[in-house]
Each structure stands twice: as C-alpha cells, then as structure tokens.
Antibody, heavy 117, light 103 residues
Framework: QDQLVQSGAEVKKPGSSVKVSCKASGGTFRSYGISWVRQAPGQGLEWMGG????????NYAEKFQGRVTITSDRSTSTAYMELNSLRSDDTAVYYCARGREGVFDIWGQGTMVTVSS | IQLTQSPSTLSASVGDRITITCRASQSIDTWMAWYQQKPGRAPKLLISKASRLESGVPSRFSGSGSGPEFTLTISSLQPDDFATYYC??????FGPGTKVDIK
C-alpha cells in the first residue's frame, strides 16, 4: 500500500532554514506528483508547491516563490521541502501529499516546525 | 484564482442534510476537490472532479457544480462527519474551510 512517511519535528531559530523530507513507498515516485501543504495552528490549509519526481520540475505558490525549494531524489523515493528565512509565522504542520491527476489522495503524517527564538 | 467557502461554521444535528458552497473567482470547469479534516489528522480526499466520490467514502457525501460555484452535500449527517471541510482547485489553492460542529 502506497504511503508517505515524513521526517520528525523541528525547532528552528528565526532567520534559519528547515528541510523536511517525505519518503514514498510503492509506485508513487514513478507515476505521481508530490505537493507540500502547511497548516498553521488553528488555521486552514495552505498549498506551497509541488514537484513531478519523474521530471524533477517544481512549481510554487506565489507567496512562497524565492523562499521555498522543493526537490526529489528518485534513488531513494524521497521528496524534500526546504523553507528559508524562517519567521515565527512559519510555525505550522507541514504535510506532503501525493498528487494524483491534480488531487491529493495520500498524505504524510505531518511534520511540526516551530520557529522560536 | 481565489476560493471562498460559505458558511465558515455550520452547526447541525445528526441526521441533518447540510450543504457547503465553494466559489472560485473565475471558472475552473470541474477541477474541484473536497477534503475532510479532523483535529490532529491529515486531510482526507472525499470528492474529485467536482462530483466523483472517492473509493470508500460513504454515499451520503455528494458534490456538484462547475465553473465558479460548487457544493458539497451530506445527506444525513453522522457523528463521524463533524469535521472541517475544504474545497481545493486542482493542484493548487484551498478554500478557507467550513467547520461543521454539533448544534
């Protein structure tokens, strides 16, 4: 059964960077996209961007352009999301999700990122 | 493209029929999905292509609409359905969410 397993919780200082990983099992990397979605405490879902691992092409939400980098490693079936210049309002749960023809049908368990001095 | 949802909160009882509306700022054909999220859990895909029920999702859930306006209907609300619901434009932005709670 396909699943996505994310890396563990992170605590970061303002101005630093965080890199979250998302390891896929099954045929996900060959045939699907991986997107990243975050959710601040008590807030809604915010799409950040995504990648097609088969091609390595990423696209980003306008809000995060220049501050986020999404990559993938086909040899380990792992996708990564790196967010730079962290601020306190980047504190959130970060999810990866499998993109199946435009919808997100399988989700990782979420990674809590806390930005605090 | 901006997505708006109404209402933002909906108080209902078990057995009620409820409808949530999602409106896009421009036409997106039927490229709309709906998700359910419970506290502390990842979202769950309910409906794709505006009206296509995902495998395993109860038939009391249904979706409709095209272009700018879409609806998610639960025909008879069950205890497990109290959650927050999000619409989403394919591969892109989510609506702000509708919280369904117990009246």
């Amino acid at each position: 059964q396909d699943q996505l397993v994310q890396s563990g919780a992170e605590v970061k200082k303002p101005g630093s960077s965080v890199k979250v990983s998302c390891k896929a099992s099954g045929g996900t990397f060959r045939s699907y996209g991986i997107s990243w979605v975050r959710q601040a405490p008590g807030q809604g879902l915010e799409w950040m961007g995504g990648i097609l691992p088969a091609f390595g092409a990423a696209n980003y939400a306008e809000k995060f352009q220049g501050r986020v980098t999404i990559t993938s490693d086909r040899s380990t079936s792992t996708a990564y999301m790196e967010l730079n210049s962290l601020r306190s309002d980047d504190t959130a749960v970060y999810y990866c999700a499998r993109g199946r023809e435009g919808v997100f049908d399988i989700w990782g368990q979420g990674t809590m990122v806390t930005v605090s001095s | 493209i901006q997505l708006t949802q109404s209402p933002s909160t909906l108080s209902a009882s078990v057995g009620d029929r409820i409808t949530i509306t999602c409106r896009a700022s421009q036409s997106i054909d039927t490229w709309m999905a709906w998700y359910q999220q419970k506290p502390g859990r990842a979202p769950k895909l309910l409906i794709s292509k505006a009206s296509r029920l995902e495998s395993g999702v109860p038939s009391r859930f249904s979706g409709s609409g095209s272009g700018p306006e879409f609806t998610l209907t639960i025909s008879s609300l069950q205890p497990d359905d109290f959650a927050t619901y999000y619409c989403q434009q394919y591969n892109s932005y989510f609506g702000p969410g509708t919280k369904v709670d117990i009246k």
